[in-house]
């Protein structure tokens, strides 16, 4: 089975501006996570959607940062404008409702994003 | 809120030893899950193994196996006979007993393996 999907790998941008990430989760899986990984840290939960409902974004910037997950399936996170500090790896991870391993995450590969 | 604690950032060991990740955890919950996953560089991260609260058998996947102590709140990962291809950052992950819980990450240790 596929995994999960995520693009672009890489991302430079000046601060103040505005990018997005997308992530395609494995097919069936009805939870979709998205973590922001700083150098040298564990991940942190920024959003979990549930289908297309928010189940928890309450560690997300949401002055800066949003995201969508329409019609249940694929997602995409925004943030503008950026900052310095938002640099860091966003992770995509995706988890099935049904059936054995419904406590289990799979995640993306991520996307590297550098704000200069 | 719950939290994950890894207390050793970077540990090494040598090829064919036998090496122990320590990590542990606060919770009020009684039924819960936790992980270990392994990140090697630039690459993504995998689920290496996973252990139910409620069982009190450690699990096991081949040369990969835990030490659950529950009463202790820890939960520490054994890899026997270590390889070249385990040297990655490992974290210990926790989540609650719904699947509307988040996951909690500790901050990860760094495995360094030597030929």
């Known amino acids: 089975e596929a995994g999960v999907a995520q693009s672009p790998r890489y991302k430079i941008i000046e601060k103040r501006q505005s990018v997005a990430f997308w992530c395609n989760p494995i097919?069936?899986?009805?939870?979709l996570y998205w973590y922001q990984q700083i150098l040298g840290q564990g991940p942190k939960l920024l959003i979990q959607?549930?289908?297309?409902?928010?189940?928890?974004d309450s560690q997300l910037p949401k002055d800066r940062f949003s995201a969508e997950r329409l019609k249940g399936v694929d997602s995409t996170l925004k943030i503008q404008p950026a900052k310095l500090e938002d640099s860091a790896v966003y992770l995509c991870?995706?988890?099935?409702?049904?059936?054995?391993?419904?406590?289990?995450?799979?995640f993306g590969p991520g996307t590297r994003l550098t704000v200069l | 809120a719950q939290t994950v604690t890894q207390s050793q950032p970077e540990m090494s060991v040598q090829e064919a030893e036998t090496v122990t990740l320590s990590c542990t955890y606060d919770?009020?919950?009684?039924?819960?899950?936790l992980f270990w996953y392994k990140q090697p560089p630039s690459r993504q991260m995998i689920l290496v193994i996973r252990?139910?609260?409620?069982?009190?058998q450690n699990a096991t996947e081949n040369r990969f196996s835990v030490n659950f102590q529950k009463a202790a709140k820890s939960f520490s990962l054994k890899i026997s006979d270590s390889q070249l291809g385990d040297a990655a950052m490992y974290f210990c992950?926790?989540?609650?007993?719904?699947?509307?819980?988040?996951?909690?990450f500790g901050s990860g240790t760094k495995l360094n393996v030597k030929p």
């Open positions: 991870a995706s988890s099935p409702l049904a059936g054995v391993y419904t406590d289990t995450q799979y």
């Open positions: 097919s069936g899986h009805a939870t």
């Open positions: 959607f549930q289908n297309n409902g928010v189940v928890d």
């Open positions: 919770t009020s919950e009684s039924d819960y899950y």
């Open positions: 252990q139910e609260a409620y069982k009190q």
């Open positions: 992950a926790y989540r609650g007993p719904s699947g509307f819980n988040k996951f909690y």
